[in-house]
């Protein structure tokens, strides 16, 4: 099983951009789905996710309202559209799978993990 993100890059603040999930297998349509996100000294930190089948969505309060997960099943691919970044948005983000269709915001319940992909936001 092998995820792969990617769409990184440097913006400036109120900028968007768009990342991709894609999974090998099948495994984006049949698992949960989560993004999380890594800025530099800091834990690594849930983002957003989306559960198998009904596509129920979750978001960290901190992107609540910029920040849109969906999936693409016959892509094999799930996205993370960020509008309105904010430079607090600075971070390595990763995709991870869960082998649940039910989603979660703890890092350590995902079992597969993309490489990540570095989103820079200037002021």
């Known amino acids: 099983v092998q995820l792969q993100a990617s769409g990184g890059g440097l913006v400036q603040a109120g900028d968007s951009l768009r990342l991709s999930c894609t999974g090998s297998g099948g495994i984006t349509g049949s698992y949960a789905v989560g993004w999380f996100r890594q800025a530099p000294g800091k834990d690594r930190e849930f983002v957003a996710s989306?559960?198998?089948?009904?596509?129920?969505?979750y978001y960290a309060n901190s992107v609540k309202g910029r920040f849109t997960i969906s999936r693409d099943s016959a892509k094999n691919t799930v996205y993370l559209q960020m509008n309105s970044l904010k430079p607090e948005d600075t971070a390595v983000y990763y995709c991870?799978?869960?082998?649940?269709?039910?989603?979660?915001?703890?890092?350590?319940?995902?079992?597969?993990w993309g490489q990540g992909t570095l989103v820079t936001v200037s002021s």
């Open positions: 989306i559960s198998a089948s009904i596509g129920f969505t």
């Open positions: 991870a799978a869960r082998r649940m269709p039910t989603t979660s915001v703890n890092v350590n319940e995902y079992d597969y």
